[in-house]
């Protein structure tokens, strides 16, 4: 199971307090100030962990405290810090302040981290001042945790169009296959192998129509595809319910413009899949006259036409990868899997 969403509350510690503290001895009977500062309370760190894939953790587990500071004591020593609190999520989770709706941070790179929650100022001690002060209070904040998939191709299509056994038959990954509807419950990643290079797969939960408004959970399903360069649609080449392949293919594509415009810009494989099947070849010719788009023909089944698949994924990522480092300046040329 996928947890793709989750809330969760972080408390920094409070500082320390400052001491009043006053030494005394035959020479000095009304006593010099020696009162330590506070120790700073410890702070809450989100870090971006490449070992985690979800937030089920925080299913069970919402509530994180760090350590207050410790108080000062006399002879001017100074009370320890807090023990900083890092909180682990996956690569590619965004994390919103849940008062004032706002992103604090898009965690979409493995190591990335930063201080969402500060810890207290420790308080001052009579050695600094006349008066000791108490340590303050830690930030508290309510967040929001949401969990964007990071895959190089995401692979979409309605239920039952035969997203599962492409992706099992490309990649090293397997997923539960069978003849109904919804039988991805969750986004799954593979990686699928080329040459010498690799990248990322992402088999999606079957779409709906009416899932940019979350029907079907489709909304939740839709976000996890738009951190991907390229897109494949799969259409079904006969569907069991009897339904026009070229309609279907023209219903998810309004999902993804009604959803994100950004989204429905991806550069786009057609592949027509159950082409061993009875039929299958006069729906082919009617979507080759209907869609002006390279349609690519397969069966999933048979693992016909996969390997051309493939090495037009790997040429359209690529074109897609050398597209966005010109227009952005960063460096994409990464290995996918690493």
Not at 233 to 255: F, M, Q, R, T
Not at 303 to 318: D, F, P, S, T, V
């Amino acid at each position: 199971m996928l947890i793709d969403h989750a809330k969760i509350y972080v408390i920094a510690g409070a500082g320390g307090d400052g001491c009043r503290s006053l030494f005394k001895d035959i020479f000095n009977r009304k006593g010099i100030p020696d009162g330590g500062d506070g120790g700073s309370g410890g702070s809450v760190i989100i870090t971006a962990d490449p070992h985690l894939h979800t937030l089920l953790d925080f299913k069970f587990n919402r509530h994180f405290k760090a350590d207050r500071g410790k108080h000062g004591g006399s002879n001017k020593k100074n009370g320890k810090r807090g023990k900083i609190l890092v909180v682990r999520v996956p690569v590619g989770t965004i994390v919103k302040d849940a008062l004032e709706d706002i992103v604090l941070r898009d965690l979409a790179k493995p190591g990335e981290s930063f201080i969402v929650a500060k810890g207290g100022d420790g308080g001052i001690g009579t050695a600094k001042k006349r008066e000791a002060t108490a340590g303050k209070s830690g930030e508290e904040k309510t967040l929001i945790l949401e969990l964007k998939l990071l895959a190089d191709v995401g692979i979409i299509g309605f239920p039952n169009a035969g997203k599962s056994t492409i992706v099992s038959s490309i990649s090293k990954i397997h997923t539960k296959i069978a003849d109904y509807p919804f039988t991805t419950k969750s986004p799954k990643l593979g990686v699928v192998k080329y040459n010498e290079d690799s990248f990322v797969v992402a088999d999606m939960p079957g779409l709906i129509e009416g899932a940019h408004t979350g029907k079907g959970l489709g909304d939740k399903f839709l976000r996890h595809i738009e951190r991907t360069f390229i897109l494949v649609h799969v259409v079904d080449a006969c569907p069991i319910d009897g339904s026009d392949p070229y309609e279907n293919y023209v219903k998810l594509e309004k999902e993804l413009q009604l959803y994100d415009e950004k989204l429905y810009n991806k550069p786009r494989i057609v592949a027509v899949n159950k082409m061993d099947l009875t039929g299958a070849e006069e729906s082919l010719e009617i979507l080759k006259k209907k869609i002006d788009m390279d349609i690519t023909a397969i069966s999933a089944v048979k693992r016909e036409g996969l390997n051309e698949l493939i090495a037009k994924m790997y040429r359209r990522l690529k074109n897609a990868k050398k597209e966005l480092e010109e227009n952005s300046g960063e460096d994409w040329d990464e290995s996918p899997d690493e």
